[in-house]
């Protein structure tokens, strides 16, 4: 079936540092994929989302790619600051699919 | 224009007691989308009801179920509840139809009920 994996947390950054999360994904067909983020104490809201090969996915500064070929969309940010310091959830669904599949989350620490 | 709602925001029961938590989707979605989020275990989709229809089920046993109202408002209710029932149960809805399967269609999450069991 299909699933996602994604790099164990936390992680902690120092303000101003590049960033990158880890995502793979195991899928039949083309799935659309996902990052999502939960900020402390609030639900899930979408960050950015790619629906086939090659997409670049983009928002607040943060980017994804979608790459088939290492069935991967690795989360990257060139500057982190303080407040993106939450959980971050990469997903995907499957093209015939309703539900979405979800990593297990990374929590990530920004210090100032 | 008013988000996924919840209610309650937490909940405590003891063993063996129900629970019954609520969804009201955004206005105009036919769609919602129950989610378990539990500690270490991260999110897993538990229910999808999208006319008033169970479309879908995760691995969940029976216990968990569920209803979609005509105004498309929903319930999860969880009987018999285990220890291990504990967690955040988050509720999404989105756009959607058996003749909307073609395109994607975002699914918007609520803040979710933090449902105790002691």
């Known amino acids: 079936g299909n699933s996602v994996t994604q790099m164990e947390g936390p992680v902690t950054l120092s303000e101003e540092a590049f960033l990158t999360i880890n995502c793979t994904y195991t899928a039949t067909g083309y799935p659309s994929l996902f990052w999502y983020v939960q900020y402390p104490g609030e639900g899930l809201q979408l960050l950015l989302k790619a629906t086939k090969a090659d997409d670049k996915g983009s928002n607040k500064g943060f980017e994804a790619t979608y790459r088939k070929e290492t069935t991967s969309f690795h989360l990257e940010k060139g500057s982190v600051q303080v407040s993106d310091s939450a959980v971050y959830f990469c997903a995907l669904r499957g093209n015939r699919d309703d539900k979405i599949i979800f990593g297990k989350g990374t929590r990530l620490h920004i210090l100032p | 224009e008013a988000g996924v709602t919840q209610s309650p925001t937490h909940l405590i029961k003891t063993r063996g007691q129900q629970a019954t938590l609520r969804c009201s989707p955004i206005?105009?979605?036919?769609?919602v989308y129950w989610y378990q989020q539990a500690l270490g275990l991260g999110l897993q989709f538990l229910l999808w009801?999208?006319?008033?229809?169970?479309?879908n089920r995760g691995n969940f046993p029976p216990r968990f179920s569920g209803r979609q109202f005509p105004n498309y408002s929903s319930e999860l209710n969880v009987n018999a509840l285990e220890l291990e029932d504990s967690a955040l149960y988050l509720c999404?809805?989105?756009?959607?139809?058996?003749?909307?399967?073609?395109?994607?269609?975002?699914?918007?999450f609520g803040p979710g009920t933090r449902l105790t069991v002691l």
């Open positions: 206005s105009g979605h036919t769609s």
């Open positions: 999404a809805s989105s756009l959607e139809g058996l003749a909307g399967r073609s395109s994607y269609n975002e699914q918007f």
């Open positions: 009801y999208d006319e008033g229809e169970e479309r």
